[in-house]
Every structure is written in structure tokens, then in C-alpha cells.
């Protein structure tokens, strides 16, 4: 899928900007694909980034001593 006009239009964190700023903030986009399973980010990673979810979600975990794992949040299309 790809990434459209709509969905920084209907994103409460975008949709305060103007038209013109909507569409340039697009065209700079860098479009991602992760594979199921695939890490983004570990704990104590600086992230200056930020993401839109185009499709499918996203899990954030956290993983005891065990190696046990907690699902934090999950992060779904158009979060």
C-alpha cells in the first residue's frame, strides 16, 4: 500500500498542517517493509525518527531477564 494524501489528512498529529506542507511532508516520506518479526528499534535505542503505520501493525515488546516478552503497545494502521 502505498502512502496517500488521506492518511496524514486523517492523523490528528498531521492533520493541523496546510495542504501545501501535507504534500511535501509525502514526498519526503521514506517508505518502509518489515518483515513479520523483524525488530525497527531495540530498548535504549535513541529513535529522532517518527512513523505512520501504512499497513499492519506494529508490536512493541518489552523482554524480561528470562527472555519472557510483554506486548507494550501495538501500533495499527494509521497510528
Known amino acids: ?3 496517500n494524501l488521506d492518511m496524514f489528512t486523517q492523523n490528528p498529529v ?3 498542517l496546510p495542504k501545501p506542507k501535507l504534500e511535501l ?4 516520506a ?3 517493509k518489515y518483515q513479520k518479526g523483524e525488530s525497527i528499534s531495540h ?4 529513535w529522532p ?3 505512520l503505520v501504512v ?3 506494529i508490536q512493541a ?3 524480561s531477564a528470562e527472555g519472557r516478552s510483554l506486548v507494550v503497545t501495538t501500533f495499527k494502521s494509521g497510528d
Do not use: E, N, P, W
Not at 25 to 28: A, C, G, I, K, V
Not at 43 to 46: F, L, P, Q, R
Open 1 to 3: 500500500m502505498a502512502i
Open 14 to 16: 498531521f492533520s493541523v
Open 25 to 28: 511532508l509525502m514526498q519526503l
Open 30 to 32: 521514506i517508505q518502509r
Open 43 to 46: 530498548t535504549g535505542d535513541i
Open 49 to 51: 525518527y517518527f512513523f
Open 55 to 57: 499497513s499492519g501493525s
Open 61 to 63: 515488546l518489552k523482554y
